[in-house]
Every structure is written in structure tokens, then in C-alpha cells.
RNA sequence: GCGCCCAUGGCUCAGCUGGAUAGAGCGUCGGACUACGAAUCCGGAUGUCGCAGGUUCGAAUCCUGCUGGGCGCGCCA
């Protein structure tokens, strides 16, 4: 409906710029806002008050002009109102509400999705967790947040793939795999001290266990280094497969898992460098070569390769990022930790090297999660192994409920996450807020069935018949879902999903509340099955955007 | 010290790239099941949008300063 009043404003003002009648230079960008007010009708535009300030004109002269040019072909409009300082409100005549419930019944499944992609590639990079534990509740938001922008921008008409880095390079591993040989020298008796920087959690010591009953004593012969070595790649592989494991249970399914290790295998990182370095951007300094990065406006020069030769973080994820767009995606989205905020003018200046577009780059910040239960924080460290995991959540509060509360909020504010309140069947749990719309729709559609009512296609019901203010209102709440995911998607803002999912779900309940659906006035029962079957579809879209379930029955 | 983010009812948060009288949920108080599921609904109360200036027809939203909080400032990832 915003689309199609927008075009008619288009039009109108186009039409005027055309006759002279408003001295236009370029034509302006047409807004049409939802109003907040009834007694503004359903629609507003600034527009001319937009145009009234550029051309020196009187606004609502303005908008008198542009209203008189509106041209309603497919009879839409109630009627146009000039209010205020120059406000166009448009009034929507009640049959236009309804009869865009068509789109839900042919529609169906694919109802709500917007062609914005147009079938481009964009690469969502996500969790990326280095395979040195198992994940923790932090990591739960990331993937629920990540999986949802994914799911947004495929429906959106985007050709998505969810990537997963494996950070398996560098110290950290080589900690992971010192910390499974000290466990397993204690196994064997050995007193073992753990230094700072060693993973302490059980899962190390289990590691070292299955290795111990593999292989025995095998490895106390072997020098030192090979056998972290071999620790490493063992430790990685085991873990690797658990972190699978629990983003399978939390609904989470990546297409593509990269490794860091493969970047360095042939060479990219190198050759990158040495790209980097012939236009420019690299320079020398003693051992080190460092990245300009201020010539693209970070705030300091950044190091490449270290003293002693090896390549940074920084670098690989320079050369990963190449290789990104090497696969053809006009569009990577990075989904990082908040608390690599001041990660980002470097990847930005990294891409600018590369002669990408700063736009072909989106950085999404999620704010870690305060875990807490019944209220009270509950205290985590990594280094001590002491976190609860993406699975113990998921083992817990299901993962509908885990995923419905990562999703409440923006991912870049902070987020408490209370075990209990997830768990709770109640009015504080929103989950079961919007469940349980969907589940009583699917009640009433049994129901109807044993009344001997078919389901009606959109020509079979009278749709005249839904005059109440109620049924209304739930009209423009189901019809503008596809408004919702469009800005949804073209913002990455996936909680914006969860909000609308709770008011259309609010919506109905009161409507419920107050109405009949089945009656004994057959037409009107058809009319309001049609209805409130358009509202189950949109129901479960939303969630399905989500991946939560939609119960039939709870 | 420098940089980024945040500050909205008792609590947790929305507020869609400046729009009309700032909205939800929770909590609180009072009501509604002999009709499709009460995990629901209906009604009441609560705000100097951190403070002070500025930009303009118009500011919670943009700019500057201040206060208070989070994070970052590695040749860690």
C-alpha cells in the first residue's frame, strides 16, 4: 500500500514539474509515512513541505497543487487532506485494505517477499568462532542474529551463502593444543601446572582422555612440537564437529566453512601483500611491514607481518576478504562482536585497497549478552572453562525460545538474557506470546472443518463483510508485512521482524477476543476464516524468517 | 589521554535515513471464561526523551559542549 501511494505521489509530482506548475529542478525523494494519528488518515507525506522550502513557496499551497494531480486509477482513495503545516493525509477507502488480502491467499509461503535482490550474491560471514571451545551463550546471539539477516536477505531475492571462518591459525590454537597435552601428561600422571592463556575447561581434559586411550603413552616419545601439532589438529577437528553439532540444534546451517589455514596453503596472503605493496599501501620498517591504513582514515598505521615473520590477523583477514569478492558477491556482510568496533576503519581501509566500495561492506555489531537467572548475573570465564553453552541453552529453554529472545532487541544494544524467564510458560515470554496467536488460528481452522467449512479462496469470501474497526485494523497490520521484511532486510535489522510478529499477534488476540469467527451467518464466517487464515500465514512466514516454529497446537 | 556506541515511564526496550498529541512489554491497581484454546483480553496510573546551547516551518532523531555508563586503543584474534 506504501508503494503504491508513493508511486501515485511520484506521479503527481512529476506531473506538476511536467506542467510548469512547480518550477522543479530535480524531482525530489517522496516519502509517504504511515500516520500515527486517525485523524490523519493512514498515510502522510511531507513532500511538500520538502518542496515548499526549496522552491520558497507556501507548503500547503503546494500541497494543494500536488493533491489536485494525484492520479487514483485504480481507486484507492478515500480522499486526500491538507493538514497542519502542509501534511498530505491520505484516507484509504476500507475495500483497498481488504482487497490487498489477495497477495496472502495467492501468494502464500512467498507472501511478503521483495524482490530487492534480484537474485545478486551476498556472502554473510558469521559466529566464526575459533575452534578452541565449545560455543557460549555470546556466540548463541551472533548465530540467531546472523541466521536471520541470511534468512531476510534470501527471501529479499538475494543469492545468499552463510559462511563460517575458522580462525585455526595462529597462538590461540597452538594454546588449545598445549592445554590438551598438559592434561593429558597429568592423565599419565604427570603434576602439570596450567600458565595463563591455557583453556581449562572439561572439554580439554576429555579430549585429552579419548586421545589417551587411543594411542596410550605414545606421544611422551615424540619431541615436543610435533605433538602440540598433533594435539592442535585433533583438539580443532573434535571441537569443530561439536560446534556444528550445536548450531544444528540451535537451527543454524552454514553452507560454506572457510578456513584460515587454507588462505596461507597457496600463497594468498603473500601474494596479496605483494599487490598491496606495489600500489603502495605497504611500507617497510625494519622487520616489519605495516599496512597505511590511515590513508584511509584509520587512526594509526597497522602491522602486517611481525617481527618475526608471521603474517597478523589484520593480513589474513585482508586476503580472506579478497577472497570474499573473488567468488563474485557484490555485497559481504560481517557479523562481529561489539567489542571489535575498533576493528572496523581497518577493514575499511583494507577493503578501499582492494578498489572495493566501501558499500559492498556492511559491518553488523551484536552487544555481547548478559546471561543472567532469576534476575541475578551469572558469572562466566573463558579461561576457566566456566560459560554456559550454546547447547546447555538450547537443552534448557528450547530453541525457539533462545532464538525468539536474541532477537528482541537491536543487535548493537545490550541484551540480559534470563534462563528462567526464557523458560517460563507465561505472559512474560513473548515466544508463547505470538505462538499461541498461531495455534489458535490453526484451533479454529480444526474446528471449522468439523462445521463442514472449507478454507475460502480470496474470490469465495465476501470480504465486504469485515467492517468492523477490529477487523480493519487487522487488515493494514497483515498487508503491511511485506513493508516490514523490505525494511527489515534493505536495514539488516532483523529485531524489527520480532516486533511486528508481536503486534500482529496483539492485534489478533483482541480481535479474538471481541468477535466470533465461526457463526451462524455463513458469509460472514467465511469472510473472517478467510481473514484469520491470512493472518496465520503471515504469522508463519514472520517466524519461519525467524526460525522459530509455529505450533498448531501447545 | 584519544576514538566508537549508548542515555526515552518503577524495570527492559521500540521509535522505520527530522514530522503532527513520544509508543510497546513487564511490573502495579481494577475487571472479563455455561460460545472457536484465559499461554488470552479490557480498563486505569506513570515521561523536563541525561543536562545546556545551536541548526529550521518542525528535533527523542542532526551539530557543539558537559555529565554519567559500556567498549576499544597489541607485532591477540
Given at each position: 500500500m506504501k508503494k503504491r501511494l508513493t508511486a501515485l505521489l511520484e506521479n503527481a509530482v512529476k506531473d506538476c514539474a511536467a506542467k510548469g506548475l512547480l518550477p522543479l529542478g530535480e524531482l525530489p525523494f517522496v516519502e509517504v509515512d504511515a500516520a500515527k494519528n486517525l485523524l490523519h488518515g493512514d498515510y502522510a507525506s511531507n513532500v511538500a513541505m520538502v518542496l515548499a522550502s526549496r522552491i520558497r513557496e507556501n507548503p500547503r499551497k503546494v500541497a494543494e497543487i500536488i493533491s489536485r494531480h494525484v492520479c487514483d486509477h485504480d481507486n484507492i482513495l478515500e480522499k486526500i487532506e491538507i493538514a497542519g503545516p502542509g501534511f498530505l493525509n491520505f484516507f484509504i477507502r476500507e475495500e483497498a485494505w481488504a482487497a490487498m488480502l489477495e497477495d496472502v491467499d495467492k501468494l502464500r509461503d512467498s507472501y511478503g517477499a521483495p524482490n530487492l535482490g534480484d537474485g545478486r550474491g551476498v556472502l554473510v560471514e558469521f559466529v566464526s568462532a575459533n575452534p578452541t571451545g565449545p560455543l557460549h551463550i555470546g556466540h548463541a546471539r551472533g548465530a540467531a542474529v546472523g541466521d536471520v539477516i541470511a534468512n531476510l536477505l534470501a527471501v529479499s531475492g538475494f543469492s545468499v551463502c552463510r559462511e563460517y571462518y575458522i580462525n585455526d591459525a595462529g597462538s590461540?590454537?597452538?594454546?588449545?593444543?598445549?592445554?590438551?597435552?598438559?592434561?593429558?601428561?597429568?592423565?599419565?600422571?604427570?603434576?602439570?601446572?596450567?600458565?595463563?592463556?591455557?583453556?581449562?575447561?572439561?572439554?580439554?581434559?576429555?579430549?585429552?582422555?579419548?586421545?589417551?586411550?587411543?594411542?596410550?603413552?605414545?606421544?611422551?616419545?615424540?619431541?615436543?612440537?610435533?605433538?602440540?601439532?598433533?594435539?592442535?589438529?585433533?583438539?580443532?577437528?573434535?571441537?569443530?564437529?561439536?560446534?556444528?553439532?550445536d548450531l544444528h540444534a540451535f537451527g543454524v546451517v552454514f553452507d560454506i566453512y572457510v578456513s584460515e589455514r587454507e588462505l596461507y596453503k597457496d600463497n594468498r596472503v603473500a601474494r596479496l601483500l605483494a599487490?598491496?605493496?606495489?600500489?603502495?599501501?605497504?611500507?617497510?620498517?625494519?622487520?616489519?611491514?605495516?599496512?597505511?591504513?590511515?590513508?584511509?582514515?584509520?587512526?594509526?598505521?597497522?602491522?602486517?607481518?611481525?617481527?618475526?615473520?608471521?603474517?597478523?590477523?589484520?593480513?589474513?583477514?585482508?586476503?580472506?576478504?579478497?577472497?570474499?569478492?573473488s567468488r563474485g558477491f557484490d555485497t559481504v556482510i560481517d557479523i562481529w562482536g561489539a567489542d571489535h568496533h575498533g576493528y572496523i576503519p581497518r577493514m575499511y581501509a583494507g577493503i578501499a585497497a582492494l578498489g572495493r566500495e566501501k558499500d559492498s561492506l556492511r559491518i553488523v555489531l551484536v552487544q555481547l549478552v548478559n546471561l543472567m537467572r532469576d534476575g541475578k548475573p551469572v558469572a562466566m570465564s573463558t579461561r576457566a572453562g566456566q560459560f554456559v553453552t550454546i547447547k546447555e541453552v538450547v537443552d534448557e529453554v528450547g530453541r525457539d525460545a533462545a532464538r525468539y529472545n536474541f532477537l528482541m532487541r537491536r543487535s548493537d544494544s545490550h541484551l540480559d538474557f534470563d534462563l528462567e524467564l526464557a523458560k517460563k510458560q507465561s505472559n512474560e515470554n513473548p515466544v508463547y506470546y505470538v505462538q499461541?496467536?498461531?495455534?489458535?488460528?490453526?484451533?479454529?481452522?480444526?474446528?471449522?472443518?468439523?462445521?463442514?467449512?472449507?478454507?475460502?479462496?480470496?474470490?469465495?469470501?465476501?470480504?465486504?463483510?469485515?467492517?468492523?474497526?477490529?477487523?480493519?485494523?487487522?487488515?493494514?497490520?497483515?498487508?503491511?508485512?511485506?513493508?516490514?521484511?523490505?525494511?527489515?532486510?534493505?536495514?539488516?535489522?532483523?529485531?524489527?521482524?520480532?516486533?511486528?510478529?508481536?503486534?500482529?499477534?496483539?492485534?489478533?488476540?483482541?480481535?479474538?477476543?471481541?468477535n466470533r469467527v465461526l457463526s451462524e451467518d455463513e458469509g460472514l464466517s467465511k469472510a473472517r476464516l478467510f481473514l484469520v487464515e491470512s493472518v496465520r500465514t503471515v504469522l508463519r512466514n514472520t517466524l519461519k524468517l525467524l526460525g522459530v516454529s509455529a505450533p498448531e497446537e501447545m
Open positions: 590461540q590454537m597452538n594454546n588449545l593444543g598445549k592445554s590438551v597435552k598438559l592434561r593429558y601428561l597429568e592423565l599419565l600422571g604427570e603434576k602439570v601446572e596450567f600458565p595463563e592463556g591455557c583453556y581449562q575447561g572439561d572439554y580439554i581434559g576429555q579430549i585429552a582422555a579419548e586421545i589417551l586411550k587411543r594411542d596410550g603413552d605414545a606421544y611422551l616419545a615424540m619431541d615436543e612440537e610435533g605433538v602440540i601439532r598433533l594435539f592442535t589438529d585433533y583438539a580443532a577437528d573434535v571441537i569443530m564437529k561439536e560446534i556444528k553439532k599487490e598491496l605493496e606495489e600500489k603502495g599501501f605497504i611500507y617497510r620498517q625494519g622487520e616489519t611491514l605495516w599496512f597505511k591504513t590511515t590513508a584511509f582514515g584509520d587512526e594509526k598505521d597497522r602491522v602486517v607481518i611481525r617481527k618475526n615473520g608471521e603474517p597478523t590477523y589484520f593480513a589474513a583477514d585482508i586476503a580472506y576478504h579478497q577472497n570474499k569478492y499461541y496467536a498461531h495455534a489458535r488460528i490453526c484451533s479454529i481452522l480444526k474446528r471449522a472443518g468439523e462445521q463442514g467449512y472449507k478454507i475460502p479462496a480470496y474470490e469465495e469470501a465476501d470480504l465486504h463483510l469485515l467492517k468492523l474497526p477490529e477487523e480493519v485494523e487487522l487488515i493494514k497490520t497483515v498487508t503491511r508485512f511485506p513493508e516490514v521484511v523490505e525494511g527489515a532486510a534493505a536495514a539488516i535489522e532483523p529485531h524489527r521482524l520480532t516486533f511486528y510478529l508481536n503486534e500482529l499477534a496483539a492485534t489478533f488476540h483482541s480481535y479474538y477476543n471481541k
